[in-house]
């Protein structure tokens, strides 16, 4: 009787802890926020490669670090240590429609990278595009090393047309401008690990003397690994009319933009399909006569990896100075993040001095809604909120725009994996009042590079 009583009371026990169990996850279940409602249109690829199959860099740190911000037009000024307070969240729209969250598969990112000039090892130079030949060297080793792949100009250009898939962990390299210390310092060593590269030269460079490279070396790196390709013809800002009139700006467009890609096919004898945008500047109508003149795959400054989403006309790259040298193996491991509905739009001029800068951030998997943060030229890290159920975020402005060229950058971390995702683009300021003064540009720029 005794033991009945034992075991009856003992049943009673686990049944009452089974119970509480179940409440106490009922409870867990109603407390969690519901997770975040985006439809996935595509499969979702196995987040992380296998680490047989796919070595951990080994200079990475296991924590993924934001890199360092990539200058585009200008470097950022360093951001402030107490940032301003989060605005009143706007209130958030409805979500986007389905077709927006087109996700990406997550392996399928090509990062561009963007060099300009070399120098001796140990040799100081105060140009920040400036590289020694052995930082380079060690970077083009690292790049061997730890599994990825260099691919050429032509196949990155199969990629874009979907015509074929890559590898994991592409990589393109691209040299702009066209210095001579590419042929003495850069080229031998792309020639020593067999790496394809892209050089996008200015045509009046060209055998002008000293810094510059002749057409005979560059049809010498040209048959060595090298595709020769235009960074137009005088290196100009191309959305900057200054006070031509719409005939002549036609005509100096011409002369730049398919004038440069004929001059290189004539002197090289290759086809010449790709276009780097001096200083990454460009608006839509620059764009259009870029597309005209026969360009099929245009690159920007703005440091975005591409993905079978980005658009041909405006690809981005990591430029490598010597500032940011220290990041370039978190540069590689930059994933993309992909936008729609950015506000202003890319390319685009705005007249407003403090417009709510917005984006929709495209993702299939799940953003650690606490780690989007944004930078915006000039103003280093600015107040951003975002909206886990519209995917939308918000950048705040704590003063109006001065510059005409605004960089935005917003990186946000995927909660499961913890690896960073960024995405980058740029529009243009111009005061209400007609006359923008046409050196703005130029006083917010680096050197010509
Ligand atoms: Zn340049």
């Not at 996008?200 to 060595?224: C, H, P, R």
């Not at 700006?249 to 890609?261: D, I, T, V």
């Amino acid at each position: 009787m005794k033991k009945t009583l034992t075991l009856l009371l003992a049943s009673i026990g686990t049944f009452a802890l089974i119970l509480w169990a179940g409440l106490e996850m009922q409870e867990k279940e109603i407390l969690s926020p519901p997770a975040p409602m985006v439809p996935t249109l595509m499969p979702s690829p196995a987040a992380e490669p296998s680490p047989s199959l796919e070595p951990t860099p080994t200079l990475s740190s296991a924590t993924p670090t934001p890199a360092t911000p990539i200058p585009t037009v200008e470097p950022p000024p360093p951001v402030p240590t107490e940032a301003p307070p989060l605005p009143t969240p706007v209130p958030t729209e409805p979500p986007a429609p389905a077709d927006v969250r087109k996700a990406i598969p997550l392996d399928t990112s090509v990062v561009v990278l963007g060099y300009h000039r070399f120098c001796p090892p140990g040799e100081r130079t105060s140009n920040i595009y400036t590289i020694q030949a052995d930082s380079f060297d060690n970077q083009m080793a690292y790049l061997r090393d730890n599994g990825y792949h260099v691919i050429s100009m032509a196949d990155f250009q199969r990629f874009l047309k979907k015509e074929i898939g890559l590898p994991r962990r592409a990589v393109l390299i691209t040299i702009d401008d066209g210095f001579r210390s590419v042929h003495t310092y850069a080229y031998p060593i792309l020639k020593k690990y067999g790496y394809p590269w892209t050089f996008f030269v200015y045509t009046d460079f060209i055998n002008s003397g000293g810094g510059a490279v002749t057409w005979d070396q560059l049809k010498e790196m040209q048959e060595n690994g090298a595709e020769i390709h235009s960074h137009t013809k005088s290196h100009p800002f191309l959305t900057q009319r200054r006070g031509k009139s719409e005939a002549d700006y036609l005509k100096w467009l011409e002369a730049e933009l398919p004038g440069s890609r004929k001059l290189l096919e004539e002197k090289l004898g290759r086809p010449v399909t790709c276009l780097a945008y001096p200083y990454g500047d460009w608006n839509p109508f620059v764009e259009q006569k870029a597309v005209e003149g026969g360009y099929e795959a245009i690159f920007t400054v703005a440091g975005n990896p591409v993905t079978p989403h980005t658009s041909w006309k405006s690809l981005g790259r990591f430029i490598i100075t010597k500032h940011n040298e220290n990041s370039f193996t978190s540069y590689l491991q930059q994933l993309a993040l992909t936008i729609a509905d950015a506000s202003p739009a890319a390319g685009t001029v705005t007249k407003e001095a403090r417009p709510v800068i917005s984006a929709t951030l495209m993702y299939d998997g799940v953003i650690d809604s606490r780690s989007v943060e944004a930078e915006v030229s000039s103003f280093g890290r600015v107040p951003v909120d975002f909206d886990p159920t519209s995917h939308k975020a918000r950048i705040h402005l704590p003063r109006d725009i001065i510059q005409r060229n605004v960089h935005v950058t917003i990186r946000a971390r995927d909660k499961n994996t913890g690896k960073t995702r960024v995405v980058n683009w740029q529009f243009y300021y111009e005061k209400q009042v007609e006359s923008v003064p046409t050196n703005l540009n130029d006083a917010t720029a680096p050197r010509k590079e």
